[in-house]
């Protein structure tokens, strides 16, 4: 299928920008169009340079807006869906996390339908997924055993909704007459250069003398970096328009990790910063029970403000679960059906995310340098 176009959502944030490099090397790909809410000045300025190798149209619209939505899937061949709020300590309201997430994604089915777009790639989370327990362990999950998030704080909840949306519009009918082809990737917690979650980890330690907090020594996760999780979206892409690989592929969600070894949070912050100074806090933390009750206590307190103030708890069970279970997922379905084989090795990853980080601490020494002057 030659002059096909990709319409790529959340495209100024940290994985979209991952993918739109990597798409600049699919076969016969004529446009490639970035929808985001804000795009910082950086993000543009690289954009503008990747516009001497391919058509790229940069969109700002939000995912609410049916009319924006409708005009960027006009004439798309491929929507690859990563925008969403990414929020586990309910600093948005709630209302805001579910539309985005979840009344957004539908919107955006609808969209295709509308202008005939016939592959649709979701970036679901493994939180769709788990933990639900912090007593539980899962190791190696699969695909296969159906887990799903009992949660109902609206970052798991929403993604949740958002998933099953779109593996349900799988087969729809196109106004013009074709089928939509649907499936949904379900990557690990995703770390390498230029991740926000890492950046305010390693900004919050830099303003405490280099120590890293030390809240999540109990999880043991199999994290995937960014180039990883990106390629998995190219394969994805390329199975659905593949008519011999799509049957096996639409409808279906998969797991995305890689070789990264499987560890705790922390042992994954100080593994990338130590080269930098960084260290962990050696104090000794509150049991997982007692915090995880204690979270418990001030979501009441939240809820009883409510009615006369709006107070946010530094933590919630949902959190205090998250960071401190045993929860690692198998890559071997995506393996299978996809082709999917991690591009970087754990070497590789660790080297270019501990780059960045030192480019982190570089700049953090000049600002403090430019404040005393």
């Known amino acids: 299928m030659a002059g096909w176009s990709c319409l790529v959502t959340g495209g100024g944030g940290f994985l979209g920008q991952r993918i739109v490099h990597l798409l600049l090397e699919e076969k016969d790909l004529q446009e490639i169009r970035v929808l985001d809410k804000v795009f910082k000045p950086e993000v543009l300025e690289e954009f503008s340079k990747?516009?001497?190798?391919?058509?790229?149209?940069?969109?700002?619209?939000?995912?609410?807006?049916?009319?924006?939505?409708?005009?960027?899937?006009?004439?798309?061949?491929?929507?690859?869906?990563?925008?969403?709020?990414?929020?586990?300590?309910?600093?948005?309201?709630?209302?805001?996390?579910?539309?985005?997430?979840?009344?957004?994604?539908?919107?955006?089915?609808?969209?295709?339908?509308?202008?005939?777009?016939?592959?649709?790639?979701?970036?679901?989370?493994?939180?769709?997924?788990?933990?639900?327990?912090?007593?539980?362990?899962?190791?190696?999950?699969?695909?296969?055993?159906?887990?799903?998030?009992?949660?109902?704080?609206?970052?798991?909840?929403s993604k949740k909704l958002a998933e099953k949306a779109v593996l349900e519009a799988n087969g729809w009918a196109l106004k013009n007459g074709g089928t939509l082809y649907t499936c949904a990737l379900r990557p690990m917690y995703i770390y390498g250069e230029g991740s926000p979650i890492t950046s305010d980890h390693m900004t919050k330690a830099l303003k405490n003398n280099g120590l890293l907090t030390n809240n999540c020594k109990f999880s043991r996760v199999n994290p995937v970096y960014v180039g990883n999780a990106a390629w998995a979206h190219i394969l994805a892409l390329r199975a659905l328009r593949d008519p011999r690989k799509a049957p096996s592929v639409q409808g279906q969600f998969y797991y995305i990790s890689d070789d990264t070894p499987p560890q705790s949070y922390d042992d994954l912050n100080y593994t990338l910063g130590k080269e930098w100074g960084f260290r962990l806090d050696s104090r000794r933390s509150l049991p997982v029970s007692l915090k995880y009750w204690l979270a418990f206590l001030l979501e009441i307190v939240s809820f009883l403000l409510s009615p006369i103030y709006n107070y946010k708890p530094p933590f919630n069970r949902h959190l205090v679960t998250l960071s401190n279970s045993v929860f690692t997922c198998s890559y071997k379905k995506a393996q299978r059906e996809l082709g999917y084989e991690p591009v970087f090795t754990w070497e590789e990853a660790k080297h270019k995310t501990k780059e960045w980080i030192g480019f982190l601490v570089k700049q953090h020494k000049e600002t403090l340098k430019t404040k005393t002057h």
């Open 50 to 157: 990747l516009q001497s190798k391919i058509k790229l149209t940069v969109l700002e619209g939000d995912i609410l807006d049916e009319q924006c939505l409708k005009g960027a899937c006009q004439g798309t061949s491929v929507v690859i869906h990563t925008a969403c709020i990414i929020d586990t300590c309910n600093v948005f309201r709630r209302e805001t996390i579910m539309n985005v997430n979840a009344k957004g994604t539908q919107l955006l089915l609808e969209a295709c339908v509308q202008a005939s777009v016939p592959v649709f790639i979701h970036t679901s989370t493994i939180e769709v997924a788990g933990p639900n327990s912090y007593r539980e362990i899962i190791q190696n999950a699969c695909e296969e055993e159906r887990l799903e998030t009992a949660w109902s704080a609206p970052y798991p909840l």
